[in-house]
């Protein structure tokens, strides 16, 4: 089992140590695990400027040395993209190593984190749709391996704007998903959405069918944890979900090599 989206306490919204985090990966039947802190360029954000790239490794290399037998631990990032932030994005990414780069939209127009508030003077269409075209550019830069929480919209969306229904934005997901399978960039099943609202996946069943009907089929798989109880939690459904959408394999970047690993394996292993 991989889990490619964990928090540590290089994360402001996360108060748990890397080695308790390898601790429970261990426990739950992880395999690997990519820690992939919040990288942040929004100067509103409660994550900015707070990362620390030299005390990150330093705990990365020490949970190597006391986890690396039982756990393979990559060196990644959760960099939060949009393109007023491009620039900054750019020049981090070029000064700093990591094995797996998570690329994620946070923020709407305005420097507004996309939070129920946000909602308040918009239809879902307003939200969506620049969201997904800001996934779209995120995309195109090349710049991640995988794109995070892909309709992570639904998530903060209130209760009276209606049902959520992906496909409305289906001619935006084509745009976005093109770019990725193009430039062979995965997203991932954030299945922290299966624990909170919206009680399913971030994307779920219908975006990834739509994905596969588009020829893409590279995805990772993260459950977002911020504490070490989560971690590896919601994966078996997840395999089950995929499995019936026609994805077969879920991406390792191992060595920074993107590989394709069959579910079977994994889920007959944990
Ligand atoms: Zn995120
Ligand atoms: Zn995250």
Known sequence: MFDYHVHTTQSADCSTPIFDSCEAAIRAGVTEIAFTDHIEHEPADMSYGFFDYTTYMRDLEAARDRFGDQLVILAGAEVDFNTGIASQVEDFLTRHEFDFVIGSVHYG??????????????TMDDVMKPYLEQIQAAAETGWFDTI???????????????????????PELIHAMTAMIGRQISFEINTSGLRQPPRTSMPGPRVVDLYVRLGGSLITIGSDSHVPETIGAGFERTFDMLELCGIDGIGSFRQRVRKTVPIRSLARSS
């Not at 892909?150 to 049902?163: E, I, M, N, S, T």
């Open 148 to 170: 995070g929480h892909l309709d992570l919209p639904k998530r903060y969306r209130p209760l009276d704007h209606g049902a959520y229904d992906p496909l409305r934005y289906e």
């Open 109 to 122: 127009d305005a420097g507004t984190l996309i939070f129920p508030e946000y909602f308040q003077h918009r």
